[in-house]
């Protein structure tokens, strides 16, 4: 019986043993998973807020893209306001109504409609001169000392699309 109690008390820590040794498994594997949980759900939610930006960002571009478009057709419309108001300008002093009504009519139709589109004329004329907006292609005396560092001609009107100016009116300055 002695020998039986011995038996019984060598299984009873071995058991004891075998079954802390789960536990501590179980305990490592779970805190493994959880470990594994959590990278995975880092993981996916640096993925959404890439998603989200790459997702802003492709609408920017699309807007920019359409607005550059735009952009293009428009300055490849600005010599034919060029043509328009050297037309009208020769016409001034013409007796031909008619020519001077419709070449009118189209510049201010096409000037209209640019107009809604974003399109601004940079004023030039008796202004300051502003490397902003003006490009200077001469100097020329100017004839009194209030015309001295404006703009005394505009050779070529310039232009600004939604606040962006898109040509510089080539201006002469006084000097």
Request: aromatic share 6%; proline share 3%; net charge neutral.
């Amino acid at each position: 019986m002695a020998k039986e109690n011995i038996k019984k008390e060598q299984k009873q820590p071995k058991a004891a043993s075998a079954k802390q040794t789960k536990e501590e498994t179980s305990q490592k594997q779970i805190a493994e998973l959880n470990d594994k949980l959590s990278k995975e759900h880092d993981d996916y939610v640096r993925l959404m807020a890439e998603f989200e930006t790459f997702r802003r960002r492709s609408a920017e571009e699309k807007l920019n893209l359409v607005g550059s478009a735009a952009a293009d057709t428009i300055k490849g419309l600005l010599p034919v306001l060029d043509d328009c108001e050297r037309a009208m300008a020769m016409l001034a002093s013409s007796s031909d109504d008619a020519a001077k009504e419709g070449t009118s009519l189209i510049y201010n139709k096409l000037m209209d409609y640019l107009k809604t589109r974003g399109l601004a004329v940079i004023p030039a004329k008796g202004e300051t001169f502003d490397t902003d907006f003006h490009e200077a292609v001469t100097q020329f005396p100017a004839p009194s000392d209030e015309q001295k560092g404006k703009v005394i001609d505009v050779v070529q009107t310039g232009y600004t699309l939604n606040g962006k100016v898109i040509r510089y009116a080539k201006v002469v300055v006084g000097v």
